[in-house]
């Protein structure tokens, strides 16, 4: 539910997650959510109320009210000691301040600073290893030192080309240079070797090269011996290395076994289009509403913004008032307004900057609507409906569907089904629907459509429209279009784009597919999967090689 308020609202704050509050949600998980929120809020007020020691108490007790603390367990102790530090600092800082020198609020974050200062470790693990630092390996007694990093610039530590400070203004003032440090580091090294010489050992570890490729030089300190042993010396660190052993092949963590389920009994209009795309994905989707959140969204992605924009000229639809209005400027005028009542219900009075801006975007965009709809308005073109449900029966399966718009002409009295689309990119509806055909085309999702004059052997790969077509031909007495209301980013592209050439035998070709897809969803078909699809929602769970990743569905008690 958190995940979810996050992802729809993207609060800034408790506060703004709070403030933002929906009374016809029925989504259970979100009034959970929305639920903890209220209670943490106001637990939180209790700071201002009550004195800081206090408040902070009876917050803890709320939080951690259901919460079983055991001594063994290491990580029940990190927090006890955590709030033993915490609570002592908290008498320190009431003991120094007056409760009304500083407000609760501050103190808070004062005290918090302070606290994040302090250190609690957890028990050590008898396997542990110490990690020193270079200055401190003098004081360590173990026989055997491992030193890492025994490359220029790190052994000995050195500052060049400091502009403040140059080399030559140090050792007048007096401060360290680099020819100490490369004595300090030479005798430190010294006293590491001669130390260990008759018991014990030390390994030096220097890098090639870094991350980038760039070559990395040896410290000049490990070359400070006599002549006779140079020689050696530089042979030994200049040596060709052995090839690194080869890492091991890359191997699936685990395969996904998709439980079965119950026969779908209804299918939406979208749900076509990811059944042509791969039947395993949409067996994911649909069938165990498998679906990722993403949890770090700072601003609204593509479909929050598509969303957003179809909110604002769906309501213009069903405004009787608004959608008679014949000047761009004052359809303009309706999208800015509502565009704003829309963001403030969604993100708050106070968004996130990146909502700020994109809101920016959306408004250019809604101008660019606003003299289209103008233009369809003066053509005759009337909306009747908007947002229109509809459902039907394809082989005993429910098909459910929503349209954005309906229109009437007002001569003709022809009928025209428009769908809002908000891609950077303006597209044709035959586009979006057919792809030329190839090899994975299957057999049920096989067309043939007039491209350029040209007939062209095309795929399926989406029913939206003739399924729309479908639901309003009998209302449709005087003739009926289909097409796209396109909102692009480029203003000039914006407006009614239709789907051309599409005649009885193609409707009947689409109306076959789509009765192929409802027998196969209810036979339970949902494998083999492609193994690549346009978008993969599902890629983090397997990896581009689907039929690796995962096994065929089971098959529930599906009609045979």
């Not at 410290?219 to 290395?241: G, N």
């Amino acid at each position: 539910g958190l995940d979810e308020i996050h992802k729809d609202h993207l609060p800034a704050s408790l506060e703004d997650a709070v403030r933002l509050h929906f009374e016809g949600e029925r989504i259970q998980n979100r009034i959970v959510a929305r639920g903890a929120l209220k209670r943490l809020a106001e637990a939180l007020r209790m700071l201002d109320r009550e004195r800081l020691s206090r408040g902070l108490a009876m917050f803890l007790n709320a939080v951690f009210a259901n919460r079983e603390f055991r001594q063994g367990n290491p990580i029940d102790k990190v927090y006890l000691e955590t709030a033993h530090s915490f609570m002592d600092r908290l008498r320190e800082w009431e003991s120094a301040m007056s409760e009304s020198a500083v407000p609760a609020g501050e103190a808070l974050a004062l005290l918090l600073d302070a606290v994040g200062q302090e250190a609690v470790f957890p028990e050590r693990s008898g396997a542990a290893v110490d990690i020193q630092g270079w200055l401190e390996l003098a004081w360590e007694d173990a026989p055997h030192l491992i030193v890492a990093g025994c490359n220029e610039g790190h052994l000995p530590q050195s500052i060049v080309g400091d502009r403040f400070l140059p080399e030559q203004l140090r050792e007048r003032l007096g401060l360290t240079t680099n020819a100490q440090r490369l004595a300090r580091d030479v005798y430190l090294l010294e006293l590491l070797l001669q130390s260990r010489s008759g018991y014990g050992r030390v390994e030096l570890i220097l890098g090639r090269q870094r991350a980038n490729g760039d070559p990395l030089r040896p410290s000049r300190v490990l070359l400070r011996c006599p002549d006779e042993q140079l020689p050696e010396r530089v042979a030994s660190l200049f040596q060709e290395l052995p090839a690194p052993a080869q890492t091991p092949a890359w191997t699936l963590p685990w395969t996904l076994a998709p439980r079965a389920v119950p026969p779908l009994e209804r299918l939406s209009v979208t749900a076509f289009r990811s059944y042509l795309a791969c039947p395993f994905r949409f067996y994911l989707k649909h069938a165990l509403r498998m679906e990722s959140i993403d949890t770090s969204k700072r601003e609204l992605d593509a479909l929050d913004f598509g969303s957003l924009v179809h909110q604002v000229v769906e309501d213009f639809g069903r405004d009787e008032a608004a959608r008679e209005l014949a000047d761009p400027t004052a359809i303009h005028n309706y999208f800015s307004e509502q565009l704003r009542f829309v963001i403030a219900t969604r993100y708050g009075s106070k968004p996130p900057l990146p909502v700020q801006v994109q809101t920016e975007i959306a408004e250019r965009r809604l101008k660019a609507a606003a003299l289209a709809q103008a233009l369809e308005y003066a053509a005759g073109w009337r909306i009747i409906d908007t947002e229109s449900k509809f459902d039907g029966e394809i082989n005993g399966l429910t098909v459910r569907g929503r349209i954005d718009r309906v229109e009437r002409h007002e001569e003709t009295g022809a009928l025209r089904v428009l769908d809002y689309k908000t891609s950077g990119k303006a597209k044709s509806p035959l586009d979006v629907h057919t792809v030329r055909r190839t090899d994975d085309t299957p057999d049920y999702a096989t067309v043939d459509v007039q491209m350029k004059g040209k007939e062209r052997p095309s795929g399926w790969v989406d029913l939206q429209l003739p399924l729309y077509y479908w639901a309003m031909e009998t209302e449709a007495e005087n003739g009926l279009q289909l097409g796209y209301f396109n909102l692009p980013t480029v203003g000039a592209d914006t407006g009614v784009q239709l789907l051309e050439g599409y005649s009885p035998d193609i409707h009947a070709n689409a109306m076959a597919c789509a009765a192929a897809i409802v027998e196969r969803v209810q036979a339970g078909e949902f494998w083999p999967a492609r193994e690549k699809v346009r978008y993969d929602e599902f890629e983090p769970i397997l990896f581009g090689q689907v039929e690796a990743a995962a096994q065929a569905p089971e098959r529930g008690n599906h009609r045979e």
